[in-house]
Each structure stands twice: as structure tokens, then as C-alpha cells.
């Protein structure tokens, strides 16, 4: 009798799991997928790329296989001048977001321009593609346009004609690996949080995107737009080299081991050195307080600022 009621209560218990499962993730996904996409949820899926945690591309999540974000002001075709514009390299071989490759994730309208406006069943992940959010307005719509088909632009012309690179595709990895979402969420509520943390999301606007990090918990300011609150990018890097620096009573953990071997300048990091430097100020023996060095272009530190810097 006991063993049968035994079975009894791990089938119920199943059917609850499972219930629950289907409730709290399936149902909403379907809400999600009905809804269309925004322009944020086009570019953070065109920023972020395939998927920020863990996959077969990057399983150490080092930040590989990741699309590159870039600041125009010339065309890179023939130099003229243009207004700025974003735009987003993928580099041959970096794979694909979901609204690229399950093009029905970005919404009926969005998908129909996609494909017929901005031709992006021509893109190629072997080959690489430069892409573009533009706006329809005669449906005041937006949609990815593929720069590579309706315009010529290679991802390497691209590049090479860039103001500035954003690496905030691997820096999102960066923020999954390092378990910034423990204590940071990238959800503000709909209360006062307005009032401090800026605008909540809409539901269209994580379409594609892998994983969300909205964080279940809040030991820290909420960072959804951080990088309209604080553009310093001096700021943000003394803040992960040691939060103490900024902030004296910040229970934010050192993130100085990102910054790897070498500076900006090459020159070889030196943290014992600069710890023991950095305690003689703490103590008052000395009026300011050492130098942090400039992350190197291809360091995880670089990765994780421009990823915040770029949470507008």
C-alpha cells in the first residue's frame, strides 16, 4: 500500500512540475513569438548575435563567434559623407540570430519587409553579411535591411571604414559568464523605477534574443540603460577594476583579472604591484591612487564596458 501511494505522490508531483513548466515557460513563449519585433529587440538580436550563454560555437563563453557593432559616418563604398549610422558585421562564419535564421520570431510585418525590403534571405553566414534596422515609414515599421545585397558592403570595407567598434555582442558573454545578472537586472519595474532606471520594456523587444538576462534579483542598481545614465567610459573602467575606487562602501567584486597580461600599450599588468600601491592609498600614505591601466582592444574588460556603455 505505502509503495503504491509512493508512486501515486511522484506522479503527482510530476504532472505539477511539468504543469508549471508548461505554464511559466511555454505559454508566455507563445505571447512572445505573436507579438512583432521592435527596432530594440532588431538591434539587440543584430548586437548580441546567435546566443550570449553557452553553445556549441563558444562553450567556454570567451566571447567568440560573436557580431561586431559599428559607428559609420562615410560610405564604405566610396568615402562620402552620410549621416551616422549603425551598422552590424558578421564577420564569415559568425553565425546567425534567430530573426535571421526562424525569421517568423521577428513578428508577420517585420518579416515580410525583412525578406522583400531588406532581402536577408540572401544573407550568407559562410560568406558574412553587414546589416543594417531601418524604417518603413509608410507602415512606421522597422525591418533589417542586408547592406551586403541592397548596397555592396562587405563586412571587411565596413570595418575598415568604421569610427568606432562596439564589441558589445562578446561583452554580453561576458556579463552571462561573470555573473553580473546575479545582482544586476536589465528589467526595470513599472513603479518608481521609472523615475530612476528609465523606461520598462516592451514584450517586443526580446524577441530573438538569448538568453534575456532580466536577473531575478536586485543587489544593485538596475542597468537596462545605464549607458544613458553614465556614458564615461574612464568611469566604467575604474568601476570593474576595483569598484572601490568610485564607490568606497561598494560591495561589488574586483572583475581586474579581465583585463588578462597587457594593457592597451602592450605594456605587462603588474596586480600584486598595483594592490600594494592601491593599499597605501587606503591607508593614507599616499594622495591618490594608482593608476588603472586601459584594457587592451581584444581583453574580456573591454568586451564587458562596451557591452554596458552601449545599454542605452
Given at each position: ?46 548586437t548580441y548575435g546567435h546566443e550570449s550563454g ?259
Open positions: 500500500m505505502a509503495f503504491r501511494e509512493y508512486k501515486i505522490g511522484c506522479w503527482m508531483f510530476g504532472i505539477a512540475l511539468s504543469t508549471s513548466m508548461f505554464v511559466t515557460i511555454f505559454l508566455p513563449g507563445l505571447d512572445i513569438s505573436a507579438v512583432s519585433s521592435t527596432d530594440i529587440a532588431l538591434e539587440k538580436q543584430l553557452f553553445s556549441y560555437e563558444d562553450p567556454f563563453l570567451s566571447g567568440a563567434g560573436k557580431p561586431i557593432k559599428v559607428v559609420l559616418t562615410k560610405d564604405p563604398m566610396n568615402g562620402s559623407p552620410m549621416d551616422k549610422t549603425n551598422a552590424y558585421v558578421f564577420e564569415a562564419g559568425t553565425p546567425f540570430p534567430s530573426g535571421l535564421t526562424h525569421t517568423h520570431v521577428l513578428g508577420e510585418k517585420v518579416k515580410n519587409l525583412s525578406e522583400s525590403k531588406g532581402r536577408i534571405g540572401s544573407a550568407n553566414e559562410d560568406q558574412g553579411a553587414v546589416f543594417l534596422v531601418r524604417l518603413d515609414e509608410a507602415s512606421d515599421t522597422p525591418y533589417i535591411e542586408n547592406a551586403s545585397a541592397t548596397r555592396g558592403w562587405t563586412p571587411e570595407k565596413v570595418l575598415a571604414a568604421a569610427d568606432q567598434t562596439i564589441m558589445a555582442g562578446s561583452g554580453k558573454t561576458m556579463f552571462v559568464r561573470e555573473g553580473c545578472w546575479w545582482c544586476h537586472t536589465l528589467l526595470p519595474e513599472q513603479t518608481q523605477d521609472w523615475q530612476s532606471f528609465g523606461r520598462p520594456p516592451m514584450l517586443g523587444d526580446f524577441n530573438g534574443e538569448s538568453p534575456t538576462t532580466f536577473g531575478s534579483d536586485r543587489k544593485a542598481p538596475d542597468l537596462l540603460h545605464v549607458g544613458a545614465r553614465n556614458s564615461s567610459r574612464e568611469w566604467m573602467m575604474l568601476h570593474f577594476f576595483n569598484p572601490r575606487l568610485v564607490q568606497s562602501h561598494s560591495i561589488m567584486p574586483r572583475y581586474d583579472y579581465l583585463w588578462g597580461d597587457k594593457d592597451a600599450k602592450g605594456n605587462p599588468i603588474d596586480l600584486k604591484a598595483w594592490d600594494e600601491a592601491y593599499m597605501k592609498y587606503a591607508a593614507g600614505e599616499t594622495p591618490y591612487p594608482p593608476e588603472v591601466p586601459v584594457p587592451a582592444d581584444n581583453s574580456d574588460a573591454r568586451y564587458l564596458i562596451d557591452f554596458v556603455l552601449n545599454l542605452k
